[in-house]
């Protein structure tokens, strides 16, 4: 069984430690606190419940910042359990290996349109785990990291809902 926790499709799921938490709160830095304040100041809403946060939240979330291509930054608990990585092995991936390369077209388009919008809130399409385990996202909101002075440090995204798709 490797370091992220997977023996071979479908036999072993990732299950994220404290140790997971710290480094991801290492790895975002200051951008952390960014991820929660823009999503409230684009969407209107806070991303989390009072009481809570946003490693234990029940929807996953992921980041990455400006790189050519884009490297994720943070993933929650919900999300290293779905893509099925450590938080070292989720840090520094290129977001779009996230998304299977027959649909890549489809999320540039995605994020062609959020430069425009700031923010999308009804984003869907199908993500595929380190093992090959591939799962639709439904409903998932997307949003620039803007700092209130218009400087950007990537983007995030967050759902709730998802289905694992058959082999």
Not at 35 to 64: K, Q
Not at 75 to 92: C, H, K, P, V, W
């Amino acid at each position: 069984m490797g370091k992220s926790g997977i023996c071979c499709k479908g036999h072993a799921r990732y299950s994220p430690l404290m140790d997971d938490r710290q480094t991801m709160e290492k790895s975002a830095g200051k951008r952390l606190a960014l991820i929660a304040e823009s999503f409230e100041r684009l969407v209107g809403r806070p991303l989390v419940e009072i009481g809570s946060d946003i490693w234990t939240m029940p929807a996953a979330l992921v980041a990455h910042g400006t790189e050519d291509p884009p490297l994720f930054f943070y993933g929650n608990r919900q999300a290293l359990t779905l893509f099925r990585l450590s938080a070292e092995d989720f840090i520094g991936l290129p977001s779009y290996k996230s998304a299977e390369p027959a649909l890549r077209e489809e999320r540039a388009a995605m994020l062609t349109r959020l430069e425009a919008e700031n923010v999308i809130t009804d984003y869907h399409g199908i993500r595929i785990a380190a093992d090959g385990t591939r799962f639709r996202i439904h409903n998932a909101v997307v949003w620039n990291l803007v700092e209130e002075n218009g400087q950007r440090h990537g983007q995030a995204a967050t759902f709730g809902a998802w289905e694992m798709l058959p082999d």
